[in-house]
Structure formats: C-alpha cells, structure tokens
Nanobody
Framework: VQLQASGGGLVQAGGSLRLSCAAS????????AGWFRQDPGKEREFVAG????????YYADSVKGRFTISKDNAENTVYLQMNSLKVEDTAVYYC?????????????????WGQGTQVTVSS
C-alpha cells in the first residue's frame, strides 16, 4: 500500500491550497481516511477525517469552517481543500488510511501513511 500526498507549498495568509492523497494497493472507497499535520518537536495533530462511504466528515476545531475533506472514488484520491489559511496552519501534512473503521481522530488508529507534504503560510 502506498499513499502519495501532494499539493503543499508556500502561500500567503488568507490564501488557499488543495492537498491530494492518491492511493495504490488500497481503495479509499472501502476505508476511512484522514489528514493530520505536524510541526517539528510537536505531536502529530488530527486535522480532518472522512468515513469510508464519504457520507460523514469531521474536523479539528481549529480548521472547522475553513478546511474541507473529500474524496473521489474514481481517482482513488482524498483531498483537503484549505481556505483562509493562517500562519499557524504551517506544518507538514500527512494523509492516512484506516482499516478498522473507527473514524477516529487518533493517529494511532490509522494503518497507512503518506510521506507528508509541507504547507507554509506566510504573514
């Protein structure tokens, strides 16, 4: 199983980015997925999650109303649309897939991880 995250970059505060996570060896149509982020020296932090059906999404309070997680089953890709970005959103963003259907915000409940993509928001 491989998850390939992409779409990170440098953006000014208030701007937008869309992250993508393409899977091979696993179908996002069958499993929940999530996005996490991590700053150096800090623990990995939950950002957003989506159920296997795509029917439910859930978010960290810090990004609610600004970020949207979605998926395209035909492309086997999960997206994170990030709007109204803030300097504090700067981090490496990771996508993850979960085999246990817990729909959890806990990093330990996810089984496969992408390599991370850097998002830097400047003031």
């Amino acid at each position: 199983v491989q998850l390939q995250a992409s779409g990170g970059g440098l953006v000014q505060a208030g701007g937008s980015l869309r992250l993508s996570c393409a899977a091979s060896g696993l179908s996002f149509m069958s499993y929940p997925a999530g996005w996490f982020r991590q700053d150096p020296g800090k623990e990995r932090e939950f950002v957003a999650g989506i159920t296997w059906s795509g029917g439910q999404t859930y978010y960290a309070d810090s990004v609610k109303g600004r970020f949207t997680i979605s998926k395209d089953n035909a492309e086997n890709t999960v997206y994170l649309q990030m709007n109204s970005l803030k300097v504090e959103d700067t981090a490496v963003y990771y996508c993850a897939a979960q085999l246990s259907y817990k729909n959890s915000d806990q990093a330990g409940s996810y089984d496969y991880w992408g390599q991370g993509t850097q998002v830097t928001v400047s003031s």
